[in-house]
């Protein structure tokens, strides 16, 4: 597609629930990054996938949190056992291989969990 | 590892007015980029400017131009004839040209009000 594109953009769950986060990139597009960013904060960085490598999971805050990538496209992060500060907004991004390009970033999905 | 510092929680200018809002960076590394983003209301971050290290002209888009002393480790954004579209928060970002560590680092953002 064109842009980045998240699903849900809102997402509300009852404490103890599993949600699925949805990330689409540009097409074409080989690395594709998770980041959270809490109310009011900077970008916290989750998980980083490039190409067919191994992903970078350093950002992950708990077991709680993972992400599959499939098909070198669609990207799902997965919170299990949802808590209250898990809330936050979700926002994914892809990028060309190079870095001096910057990332393309998506409108992000804001999870309440309450 | 690498750290991002933006000091300035809160910033308000009126329009048509110039504001300049500041980075600092720490690294060791000599080969990096370094990147404004713009957050509107919309949520969607929006890439306004970046800068090769290498390079010691400053990057200029329109209104936006920055300002990158490499060796003060700083990379300010100055906004000229700022508008209301401008309203949005801002937020500046590094990233190594090459090695494993390869993700954007984020400051904690500025947050700019444009004002008639």
């Known amino acids: 597609g064109a842009g980045v594109s998240q699903s849900p953009s809102n997402k509300v769950t009852e404490k103890g629930k599993d949600v699925e986060l949805r990330c689409d990139p540009i097409?074409?597009?080989?690395?594709l990054y998770w980041y959270r960013q809490s109310l009011g904060q900077g970008l916290e960085f989750l998980i980083y996938f490039q190409g067919n490598s191994a992903p970078d999971k350093s950002g992950l805050p708990s077991d709680r949190f993972s992400a599959e990538r499939t098909g070198g496209s669609v990207s799902t992060l997965t919170i299990q056992r949802t808590q209250q500060e898990d809330s936050a907004v979700y926002l994914c991004?892809?990028?060309?291989?190079?870095?001096?390009?910057?990332?393309?970033f998506g409108s992000g999905t804001r999870l309440t969990v309450v | 590892a690498q750290t991002v510092t933006q000091s300035q929680p809160e910033m308000s200018v009126q329009e048509a007015e110039t504001v300049t809002l500041s980075c600092t960076y720490d690294t060791s590394e000599n080969n990096y980029y370094l990147f404004w983003y713009k957050q509107p209301p919309s949520r969607q971050m929006i890439l306004v400017i970046r800068q090769e290290a290498y390079k010691q002209q400053n990057a200029t888009e329109n209104r936006f131009s920055v300002n990158f002393q490499k060796a003060a480790k700083s990379f300010s954004l100055k906004i000229s004839d700022s508008q209301l579209g401008d309203t949005a928060m801002y937020f500046c970002?590094?990233?190594?040209?090459?090695?494993?560590?390869?993700?954007?680092?984020f400051g904690t953002g500025t947050r700019l009000q444009v004002t008639l």
């Open positions: 991004a892809s990028s060309l291989a190079r870095r001096a390009y910057g990332y393309t």
């Open positions: 097409s074409g597009h080989t690395a």
């Open positions: 970002a590094f990233i190594l040209t090459s090695g494993t560590a390869s993700k954007l680092t």
